[in-house]
């Protein structure tokens, strides 16, 4: 049997879709469906059900690539390696969001980049939840850290971390807003209060407003900045209240730049994914570079 009908085969159960698996194998969609018709003429058995979007394995679909797949990965691990030169430098190409990848993961990446013979070129680009997992889809990152947990068989996502939110402002928002913070009815005192915010639906605040007060933020975005730290340093010149990552205002709440609004007894939580394409952490420097992530992540906590 031919093993590019296979490979073909094995991608397109990952991806669900013949269009996907074409752009990740850089054939054109009409050939992808002539290599699935062909390896179904050589089985005698239907291995996908057509349907509006995207495609469904059958039970021999399954079967098959529940076979085949190991193989095929560790075959891609050594063509991808390589036989002649074990100390050739490769690339990784990570992607997540600009704040959190700035601050958590490419610190911790930096150590594996050395010259040892066992570390990697690092590259990084920056991006949303949706257009990380999409670029990651289609071949153009090794890893992505996102906010959402990808469906589908063709990404795998393992939890890295959860991020504790805080609701904080400058001292002097503090000392007009007073101990009213502490009842149940907070919110209200902050209805007067500027919003710094990353975009107009105010993401961070209406996420903690929802999870702590059980309401909707009445005071509109005053500060729109598409970047967490921006959003730090307008809150410490005094410019609102923020949503912010624990981890990114830890320093300036230790300082005293910034003070906590409100302490609530469950704070909320958002939770972090590294995310593969199935069978690339096969790969050596893949593979080490996710582990030395999820090892680091316990430190963050």
């Not at 090794?142 to 805080?166: F, K, N, Q, S």
């Not at 402002?169 to 007009?176: G, I, K, L, Q, V």
């Not at 702590?212 to 809150?235: F, K, N, Q, S």
Request: hydrophobic residues 45%.
């Amino acid at each position: 049997m031919d093993l590019a009908l296979l490979r073909t085969f094995v991608t397109v159960h990952r991806a669900g879709s013949f269009t996907r698996a074409a752009a990740l194998l850089g054939l054109s969609q009409p050939a992808v469906t002539s290599q699935i018709r062909t390896l179904e003429r050589q089985l005698g058995r239907p291995l996908f059900l057509r349907q509006a979007r995207g495609v469904t394995p059958t039970t021999i679909g399954d079967e098959l690539a529940h076979k085949a797949a190991p193989h095929l990965d560790a075959l891609v691990e050594i063509t991808e390696t390589g036989l002649d030169d074990e100390s050739s430098l490769r690339t990784l190409h990570l992607a997540g969001p600009p704040e959190f990848t700035a601050e958590r993961a490419l610190p911790a990446l930096t150590e594996l980049t050395g010259e040892d013979g066992q570390g990697f070129a690092l590259r990084a680009s920056f991006g949303n939840a949706e257009e990380t997992l999409e670029g990651l889809a289609a071949g153009h990152h090794d890893l992505a850290i996102t906010t959402a947990r990808p469906r589908g068989a063709l990404l795998t996502a393992t939890p890295l971390c959860d991020e504790e939110h805080v609701l904080v402002a400058a001292p002097r928002w503090e000392e007009r807003i007073g101990s009213v913070m502490l009842s149940s009815k907070g919110a209200h005192a902050l209805e007067d209060v500027p919003v710094v915010e990353v975009h107009e639906s105010l993401p961070f605040v209406s996420r903690y407003w929802a999870s702590v007060y059980d309401c909707r933020p009445a005071a509109p975005g005053t500060v729109i900045v598409p970047d967490l730290r921006a959003v730090l340093a307008c809150a410490v010149a005094g410019a609102g209240l923020a949503v912010l990552p624990r981890y990114l205002c830890a320093a300036p709440l230790e300082r005293g730049d910034v003070v906590p609004l409100h302490d609530p007894p469950v704070p909320p939580l958002r939770t972090y994914f590294l995310v593969a394409r199935t069978g690339t952490l096969a790969m050596p420097h893949i593979s080490r570079a996710h582990e030395w992530l999820l090892r680091a992540a316990a430190d963050w906590a």
